[in-house]
């Protein structure tokens, strides 16, 4: 941490930090960060987005980030904030490129002596029946009224074409699809970047990976989402709306600019691009943003079953048999319409959540039935070299964060560092020497998504818990990864 910012930062206790409402002119509220000392060396120009974030009009409690904090488009990533619905604003900036970026998490009833050499299979399989990489086009042909359909209905229209099971929505976050979608609001440039890609996974820090369950922190509560032993095998799926997320939020940043002008918003970074949550650019982007997040379910859940199916040929017995069960599917990057109490009165907020995961505590009506009483299932990927981690929700998140926590590790470098640092050196037999097998579609992707470009995750989550924003439960390591 420089010098500047070590006298502007207040520590509030060892897993929080303030930045003072004074430290800018413009600033409406104060900034909070959640992480431990060690942390903030690695977060100078992102702690600068936390402070400017509290400028924006109508923002309700303090301008947030979790630990995963690291520089971003406008909002750091890691950046939650709340505006007023009634006179706050809304920001593309706040949700990010890749809308509902998010993880979905299968269990099974398999263990490590189940899948002794057969996780090459497995993995070449997966790569096999997940298109994947750059551009890439997936097998779900669609037309235009198809596709906004898929706009409309999400991980539903999925299922009701033959991809998965309907148990899977119950376990999905908004049932894999937002109401307020609206297709009108969609350009022909999005369809065009979209109808291709359903059902791909994509590139960069989107995988596929064959995990074993390697620590149960609460077995309690473990087993309500599925998880009963060490040595079990789970699957995760990270991916978004793809080149259609990416284009609905260009269309939108483009009228978010003349929409500055013609309400007189001033911000602190021309990144920053917002309109007012019920002007007609503000909820014309929350319809947008809409289909592009039902777009990413559809997307997760075509990907699902092909897991299944991958695991069926492999393993020679069906999914079911096999308990490939969905824990729960989570989204990332995304501006919710939500009731939280403020000043002891519930109120109507617009929650921006980028790179941070909604953690309903125990008791929300919004968590599923079954998890009730253990709060939401929280899944938190590392890096591909590592561990990854599942959570839960907390009634502290509930009251300090908007029921909101860390999303991943968080980069502490960039791709193109990554790649150099990596130059001469083979990331898929490094890995393969530790036990995890890698397919992917070239030798960079491996280098910017190596481990030393990330924070542990270890810390990133025992800050979270440190914090109370949300409590461990399993953690998992990888055996095969399939990346783009």
């Known amino acids: 941490m420089n ?35 060690k942390m903030l060396s690695d977060l100078d120009e992102s702690m600068e987005q936390v402070a400017n974030v509290a400028c924006l009009p109508g923002i309700v409690g303090p301008s947030m980030a979790m630990p ?20 706050g604003v809304v920001s593309p900036g706040g949700v990010g490129y890749d809308i509902n970026c998010g993880v979905r998490l299968l269990r099974s009833d398999l263990t490590l002596k189940d899948v002794k ?42 299922i009701e074409h033959g991809f998965g099971w309907p148990e899977d929505l119950e376990v999905s976050e908004e049932h894999g699809a937002l109401a307020i979608a609206d297709p009108t609001t969609i350009s022909s440039e999005a369809i065009k970047r979209g109808r291709p890609q359903l059902g791909t ?9 064959v995990q074993t369950v390697d620590y149960i922190y609460d077995e309690k509560t473990a087993a309500a989402f599925g998880i009963t032993e060490v040595g079990q095998i789970t699957v995760m799926i990270h991916t978004g709306s793809r080149g259609f997320g990416h284009q609905v939020c260009d269309d939108n940043l483009r009228v978010m600019q003349k929409a500055m002008q013609k309400y007189n918003i001033p911000v602190p970074d021309r990144q920053l691009a917002c309109a007012p949550v019920t002007s007609e650019e503000g909820q014309r982007y929350l319809g947008a943003m809409a289909c592009a997040a039902n777009f990413a379910w559809a ?151 190596a481990s030393y470009a990330y924070k542990d995750v270890a810390d990133v989550v025992a800050t979270c818990e440190g914090a109370g924003i949300s409590r461990l439960v399993a953690k998992m390591r990888p055996l095969g990864v399939a990346k783009g």
């Open 117 to 158: 050499g057969k996780i090459g299979d497995l993995i070449d399989q997966l790569y096999l029946n997940v298109p994947s990489g750059v551009g890439g086009e997936g097998n779900i042909r669609v037309d235009e009224a198809e596709l906004k359909q898929v706009m409309k209905k999400g991980a539903k229209w999925m």
């Open 68 to 87: 995963d904090i690291h520089w971003g488009y406008g909002f750091p990533i890691g950046g939650v904030a709340a505006m007023n619905y009634s006179d």
């Open 201 to 209: 996974l994509g590139a960069g820090n989107h995988f596929l990976e």
């Open 3 to 37: 010098e500047k910012w070590s006298h502007v930062l207040q520590k509030i206790d060892d897993f929080r930090w303030r930045i003072p409402q004074s430290y800018k002119s413009c600033m409406r509220t104060e900034g909070i960060i959640f992480a431990t000392e």
């Open 299 to 449: 997307n997760r859940q075509a990907i699902a079953h092909w897991v299944r199916e991958s695991f069926e040929k492999v393993m020679g017995a069906g999914a079911h048999k096999l308990g490939l069960r969905q824990v729960y599917d989570v989204a990332h990057n995304m501006a919710k319409i939500e009731e939280h109490p403020v000043d002891g009165k519930l109120t109507k907020l617009c929650v921006h959540r980028k790179g941070a995961t909604r953690a309903f505590g125990p008791g929300n009506v919004h968590v599923p039935e079954m998890y009730r009483e253990f709060g939401q299932p929280v899944i938190v990927p590392g890096d591909m070299g590592r561990y990854s981690f599942l959570l839960a929700g907390t009634e502290r998140a509930m009251k300090q964060t908007w029921g909101s926590t860390c999303h991943g590790a968080g980069r502490v470098m960039s791709r193109h560092e990554a790649i150099k640092k990596m130059r001469g050196r083979d990331v898929q037999e490094e890995l393969a020497q530790r036990g995890i097998l890698v397919r992917a579609k070239g030798r960079d992707t491996l280098s910017e998504e």
